[in-house]
T-cell receptor, first 113, second 113 residues
Framework: NAGVTQTPKFQVLKTGQSMTLQCAQD?????MYWYRQDPGMGLRLIYY???????DKGEVPNGYNVSRLNKREFSLRLESAAPSQTSVYFC????????????FGPGTRLTVL | DQQVKQNSPSLSVQEGRISILNCDYT??????FLWYKKYPAEGPTFLIS?????DKNEDGRFTVFLNKSAKHLSLHIVPSQPGDSAVYFC????????????FGQGTELSVKP
């Protein structure tokens, strides 16, 4: 099992460009999540999908959109990138019950110039 | 409004000694508390958790203590090993907040040989 995979690993964008971060899990998990990690801020939830077909905003959703393509895949889109979106992005998945372990991908390091 | 706080950005400990990582929280409705460990260029991995109805949970060298009256929890690692060097995130979860994980800022532990 690969667990949670993310592509790309690194990306540099110019302000105003768009891109989609891809995430897939092979653990048949119901819930999937997108976080961003910034220095001194810990991990902050951007969006999550409790189950296939549903998505909800997290703590910092502005500037992002998500798609739960199927049970395996959950993508994060930046429509018009801004320097404030420079961060490391992590995708995670879990069974979906309260306090279930979340399994994280290796992250995508995004720089917006 | 930081609901989960780790006030020590870094901690340095000698190999074989005890490492104590601290975490404070403000929301008395949290149901579970979790610790995640993160190595550079990798995603966080689950380490240990504790339910709000308990005051201690132990797993090998790792013990988490919860003091609900003080809204404080701590992670003890005994004995510390160089491979424990990583960033440790405290996180909390509450059913009445949709089961979303709220992370602290992280503490970077360095265990010196």
């Amino acid at each position: 099992n690969a667990g949670v995979t993310q592509t790309p690993k690194f990306q540099v964008l110019k302000t105003g460009q768009s891109m989609t971060l891809q995430c897939a899990q092979d653990m048949n998990h119901n819930s999937m999540y997108w976080y961003r990690q910034d220095p001194g801020m810990g991990l902050r939830l951007i969006y999550y999908s409790a189950s296939e077909g549903t998505t909800d905003k997290g703590e910092v959703p502005n500037g992002y959109n998500v798609s739960r393509l199927n049970k395996r895949e959950f993508s994060l889109r930046l429509e018009s990138a801004a320097p404030s979106q420079t961060s490391v992005y992590f995708c995670a998945s879990s069974e979906g019950r309260l306090a279930d372990t979340q399994y994280f991908g290796p992250g995508t390091r995004l720089t917006v110039l | 409004d930081q609901q989960v706080k780790q006030n020590s950005p870094s901690l340095s400990v000698q190999e074989g000694r005890i490492s104590i990582l601290n975490c404070d929280y403000t929301n008395s409705m949290f149901d579970y508390f979790l610790w995640y460990k993160k190595y550079p260029a990798e995603g966080p991995t689950f380490l240990i958790s504790i339910s709000s109805i308990k005051d201690k949970n132990e797993d090998g060298r790792f013990t988490v203590f919860l003091n609900k009256s003080a809204k404080h929890l701590s992670l003890h690692i005994v004995p510390s090993q160089p491979g424990d060097s990583a960033v440790y995130f405290c996180a909390a979860i509450s059913a009445n907040q949709g089961g979303k994980l709220i992370f602290g800022q992280g503490t970077e532990l360095s265990v010196k040989p």
